[in-house]
């Protein structure tokens, strides 16, 4: 469960599965319904051309390198990106000194919770699917608007686990797994929690957008670790042996034949701060 677990993302170094960890978001990202709410988060991010635009939890910096490149060239144009990863910043400023930019970018090694500048700095500041492993997301948010400036644009994108769906025979069972996964995760529930968190923050010019994505029977099995899971759940008592083996039987043939459908929720949420 190392791709969805908290404690992997909220300590990528430590994993000593750097290389392992930016394969499995370069694979996220090629996944088309994932990319068009990346899109989503840049059309309301760059809707009235900022030039200060902050990524936080920008992970490889491709997201970075996707803004830098929308950017209007203005002299003073600048992108950030700030990650708690080490090892992940390095491959952000080593996949952009490649890229051949319009417009600088930067990376910095900082806390969601504690970010190092000054109040008002950036016109424009988004996250994806980081606030889900922070142990205080109320607090990423709080430091995502101080460090707009007033009217500026925050952009938050996450993923709903009490929403994910997968047709299958034993949705019992199914239920079992779900429940499991979601213990693995800080804040498993962040996506519908957005919308009210941007108004509890005084955010105005609330938008939301909600998009089911499909999830393939390969991209699930990678996310998920399922094998790993069922051993997991075996050896806690949740499942026997028997049921396991029966269960993974079943996704495994419905994946291999076709007869498969897997979704997620994910939310993009929008909102202005006071001017
Ligand atoms: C699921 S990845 C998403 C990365 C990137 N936003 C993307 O869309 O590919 C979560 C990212 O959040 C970072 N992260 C986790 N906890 C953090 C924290 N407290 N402060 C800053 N970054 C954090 C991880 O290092 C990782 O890069």
Redesign the pocket.
Same mark, same amino acid.
């Given at each position: 469960m190392e791709h969805l677990a908290?404690s992997t993302?909220?300590?990528?170094d430590r994993t000593q599965h750097s290389s392992q960890?930016i394969d499995y %978001?370069d694979l996220? #990202?090629s996944q088309p319904p994932?990319q068009r709410m990346?899109e989503r988060t840049f059309e309301w991010l760059l809707e009235t051309d900022p030039e200060q635009v902050l *990524?936080? @939890?920008? @992970?490889?910096g491709? *997201?970075v390198i996707d803004l830098a490149k929308r950017l209007k060239g203005s002299d003073t144009a600048q992108v950030v990106g700030? *990650? #708690?990863?080490q090892d992940?910043v390095s491959e952000a400023r080593s996949r952009a000194d490649a890229a051949d930019l319009p417009v600088p970018v930067e990376f910095q090694t900082?806390?969601?919770?504690s970010l190092d500048f000054p109040d008002a700095t950036f016109d424009a500041v988004r996250?994806? #699917?980081?606030l889900?492993? %922070? *142990?205080h997301p109320d607090q @990423?948010l709080h430091e995502m608007i101080r460090v707009t400036r007033p009217g500026g644009r925050v952009v938050i994108?996450d993923v709903d686990h009490g929403g994910l769906m997968v047709d299958c025979t034993r949705p019992m069972l199914m239920q079992r797994i779900h429940h499991f996964v979601e213990t693995a995760l800080t804040h498993p529930w962040i996506g519908r929690r957005l919308p009210v968190m941007f108004q509890d923050a005084g955010l105005s010019d609330l938008r939301v957008d909600v998009q089911v994505a499909y999830l393939s029977f390969e991209f699930i099995t990678h996310m998920v670790g399922l094998s790993e899971v069922m051993t997991a759940m075996t050896e806690a008592g949740v499942f026997t042996k028997h049921e396991a083996d029966a269960f993974a039987e079943d996704m495994e043939s419905r994946g291999t034949s076709g007869r498969w459908y897997a979704g997620i929720p994910v939310f993009v949420v929008h909102g202005r701060t006071a001017a």
């Open positions: 908290s993302w909220s300590d990528v960890i %978001l996220l #990202r994932f990346k *990524d936080v @939890g920008c @992970g490889t491709a *997201d700030v *990650d #708690r990863s992940l900082a806390d969601a919770t996250t994806d #699917r980081v889900q492993h %922070l *142990d @990423g994108s």
